[in-house]
């Protein structure tokens, strides 16, 4: 979009006006790689057993633990999704929220004890089961 010479103004620009490169860190100047932020790059999920089957995700939870793609639609205090995040406003009791965890506790990186993780349990406790959209 911008050629190197306005590439180097920029980068002149940010050098003194943003020294420890805060603000909009990796877009137009030195950009991140393409694959750089794709969290399934590192993504090794550990198997679980489940009851129920997840037909539409090959069978598999780890798939669904990372169907949210975190737009934060379930955080509207309008329509159905969701009550839990209408009452408490925090994100762990959001669908995004609840995703996020399942798929941290997925990778086993960030939470590491599984469905005993304190995290998962109070992120869970309160969804309603409602599957509201
Ligand atoms: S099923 Fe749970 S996460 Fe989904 S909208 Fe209902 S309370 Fe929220």
Not at 41 to 54: A, D, K, M, N, S
Not at 101 to 120: A, H, K, P, R, Y
């Amino acid at each position: 979009m911008y050629g190197s010479e306005l590439i180097e103004a920029f980068r002149e620009f940010k050098r003194i006006w943003d020294p420890q490169w805060k603000m909009n860190p990796g877009k137009v100047i030195d950009p991140y790689r393409l694959d750089e932020n794709l969290r399934l790059i590192e993504y090794h999920p550990l198997p679980v057993e489940t009851t129920f089957q997840f037909p539409d995700d090959k069978r598999n939870f780890s798939r669904v633990a990372y169907r949210c793609v975190g737009v934060g639609k379930c955080r509207s205090d309008s329509g159905t999704m969701c009550p839990s995040y209408m009452v408490t406003h925090e994100e762990k009791h959001s669908t995004r929220g609840r995703a996020r965890l399942l798929f941290e506790m997925m990778n086993g990186e960030v939470i590491t004890d599984g469905w005993q993780s304190e995290e998962v349990h109070e992120s869970l406790d309160l969804c309603l089961a409602c599957k509201g959209l």
